[in-house]
């Protein structure tokens, strides 16, 4: 999404054709990423996809129950038939140890030849057309959409940069064939090397008046390029971000009454649950789509008690007035949350 949308609520996705595909070949990428690809059982060609986009792949939980997860596709190739009419899929994985199991089932459970249900490709993060150079900064395994952002732009002879940063140079998925494609315009960043974290500010700073921003990331990174391109005086509108991970619980984070007033609910929401997975666990079938507090499309209306909203939906206008919470990712800042669904 781009930050000038945020205040936007979404209104409902329609639910994409899924279909069933081959894992076809698995790579460790390094010892936390591994890659997947995908392939039609006959061989046939797969729907077309641009840039920044993802599929939504069904995976297996440690309770039984199946869940989707939202993986970008991964396309080095400056040939515009490679997305138009692909053979394969290929998507990358990190294993999150503190994750909800979707990326445990992924690194365990899938191997060659195992069939996957996968949704047909959706995009949220699409590049746009501009003036200006098309600017990529990446945090880890968010590199994934920038990689085809980067091929897509080579492609159309854009102007294009890119800053890679992680905890270690040797855990930068992808490090060299993204140095083979983009040359000296690639600046890595590993945080062991540097002795320091990557330098959001002065990074922002070296970008001209019609560059667009596109980021990709975890949400601290997302939440200080955010902080310093707001203090900097940037133009929302420049600014294109998608979250790679579902957000973690955070301090503090403490269990909560959930009254449901219309369908006569009353739920405790733990702290390392959110609002939106306890309505589905207690057999309600609420509308989302990202479960990132990107989309919009989990929107509910309060009708009392005080939302810590951390969705990046909601203006700062529409967070004070406390009159939607998004439930993928908002929880309480008290002790009772009713809402009017
Ligand atoms: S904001 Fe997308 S599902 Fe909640």
Same mark, same amino acid.
Not at 229 to 234: E, K, Q
Not at 288 to 302: L, M, N, S, T, Y
């Given at each position: 999404?781009?930050?000038?949308?945020a205040?936007?609520?979404?209104?409902?996705?329609a639910?994409?054709?899924?279909f069933?595909?081959?894992?076809?070949?698995v790579?460790?990428?390094?010892?936390?990423?591994?890659a997947?690809?995908?392939?039609?059982p006959?061989g046939?060609d797969l729907?077309?996809f641009?840039a920044?986009?993802h599929?939504?792949?069904?995976?297996r939980?440690?309770d039984?129950?199946s869940d989707?997860r939202?993986y970008?596709?991964i396309?080095f190739?400056t040939?515009?038939?490679?997305?138009?009419?692909?053979?394969?899929?290929?998507?990358a994985v990190r294993?999150?140890?503190?994750?909800?199991?979707g990326?445990?089932f992924?690194h365990?459970?899938v191997k060659?030849?195992?069939?996957?249900?996968?949704?047909? =490709?959706?995009?949220d993060?699409?590049l746009q057309?501009?003036?200006g150079?098309v600017?990529?900064l990446?945090?880890?395994?968010?590199v994934?959409?920038?990689i085809?952002m980067?091929a897509?732009?080579?492609a159309?002879a854009?102007?294009?940069r890119?800053?890679y940063?992680?905890?270690?140079?040797g855990?930068l998925?992808?490090?060299?064939?993204l140095?083979a494609?983009?040359g000296?315009r690639?600046h890595?960043?590993?945080?062991?090397e540097a002795?320091?974290?990557?330098?959001?500010?002065?990074?922002l700073? +070296?970008?001209?008046?019609q560059?667009?921003l596109?980021?990709c990331g =975890?949400?601290a990174?997302?939440?200080?390029v955010?902080?310093?391109a707001?203090?900097a005086?940037?133009?929302e509108?420049r600014i294109?971000?998608e979250?790679?991970?579902a957000?973690a619980v955070?301090?503090?984070?403490?269990?909560?009454?959930l009254?449901l007033?219309?369908s006569?609910?009353?739920?405790?929401v733990p702290?390392?649950?959110?609002?939106l997975d306890?309505m589905l666990?207690a057999?309600?079938d609420?509308?989302?789509?990202c479960k990132?507090g990107?989309?919009g499309v989990?929107?509910?209306p309060?009708?009392?008690?005080e939302?810590?909203?951390?969705d990046?939906v909601?203006s700062a206008a529409?967070?004070?007035a406390n009159q939607?919470i998004? +439930?993928?990712?908002?929880r309480?800042?008290?002790?009772?949350?009713?809402?009017?669904i």
């Amino acid at each position: 999404m781009d930050a000038a949308q945020a205040g936007q609520a979404g209104s409902a996705g329609a639910a994409l054709p899924s279909f069933e595909l081959e894992v076809s070949a698995v790579q460790v990428i390094n010892p936390l990423i591994r890659a997947f690809h995908l392939r039609r059982p006959g061989g046939a060609d797969l729907p077309g996809f641009e840039a920044g986009a993802h599929v939504k792949v069904a995976v297996r939980l440690p309770d039984g129950r199946s869940d989707w997860r939202q993986y970008s596709l991964i396309n080095f190739s400056t040939d515009p038939a490679a997305t138009r009419s692909p053979q394969a899929y290929c998507i990358a994985v990190r294993e999150e140890a503190s994750g909800r199991g979707g990326s445990a089932f992924m690194h365990r459970q899938v191997k060659v030849g195992d069939r996957l249900q996968v949704q047909a =490709p959706d995009n949220d993060f699409a590049l746009q057309a501009h003036p200006g150079t098309v600017v990529l900064l990446a945090g880890g395994i968010g590199v994934t959409p920038l990689i085809s952002m980067a091929a897509t732009a080579l492609a159309q002879a854009r102007p294009v940069r890119m800053a890679y940063a992680g905890r270690s140079l040797g855990l930068l998925a992808y490090r060299e064939p993204l140095q083979a494609l983009l040359g000296d315009r690639l600046h890595c960043h590993g945080d062991a090397e540097a002795g320091r974290l990557f330098d959001v500010a002065g990074f922002l700073a +070296t970008c001209q008046a019609q560059d667009h921003l596109y980021v990709c990331g =975890p949400q601290a990174m997302l939440d200080q390029v955010l902080a310093c391109a707001r203090s900097a005086g940037w133009n929302e509108s420049r600014i294109h971000f998608e979250l790679f991970s579902a957000p973690a619980v955070q301090e503090g984070d403490h269990a909560f009454e959930l009254v449901l007033l219309q369908s006569g609910k009353t739920l405790t929401v733990p702290p390392d649950k959110s609002i939106l997975d306890c309505m589905l666990e207690a057999g309600l079938d609420p509308m989302f789509d990202c479960k990132r507090g990107e989309c919009g499309v989990c929107a509910a209306p309060v009708f009392e008690g005080e939302p810590d909203h951390r969705d990046y939906v909601l203006s700062a206008a529409e967070k004070k007035a406390n009159q939607v919470i998004q +439930t993928c990712v908002s929880r309480c800042k008290g002790t009772r949350l009713v809402l009017d669904i």
